[in-house]
């Protein structure tokens, strides 16, 4: 059985500068369209973790997103909607700096 989404996935225009090339815009129209199901995915994570506060590696590897895919951005943009919310908290991450920590909004 599949989970439900936690919100609606956006489908954005993808983004990319006025004199980008063509494979640029390729590129972002292509991570336009991965980004929803990402953040659906990372959302799930803060949410499954609820109470407890994750930094955004920690969203990734729960949400099953190699650390290569932008994870950041897209839970940098959960904040920006208010669908998590960054504590004054920090948690040294893999590299061994310290991260923000975030906790879902119900």
Not at 1 to 30: V, Y
Not at 31 to 59: C, H, I, M, N, W
Not at 82 to 101: D, F, P
Request: proline fraction near 6%.
């Amino acid at each position: 059985m599949t989970q439900p989404s936690l919100f609606e996935p956006e489908f954005r225009k993808g983004r990319h500068r006025k004199n980008d090339r063509d494979t640029s815009i390729e590129g972002a129209e292509s991570v336009a369209y991965r980004a929803g199901s990402q953040k659906d995915k990372l959302l799930k994570a803060y949410a499954t973790a609820y109470p407890l506060p994750l930094t955004d590696e920690e969203a990734a590897t729960l949400a099953g997103l190699p650390m290569t895919s932008c994870y950041w951005k897209r839970c940098g943009e959960l904040r920006q909607d208010g669908k998590i919310i960054e504590l004054s908290l920090t948690k040294k991450g893999s590299a061994g700096v310290e991260r923000i920590l975030c906790v879902y909004k119900p």
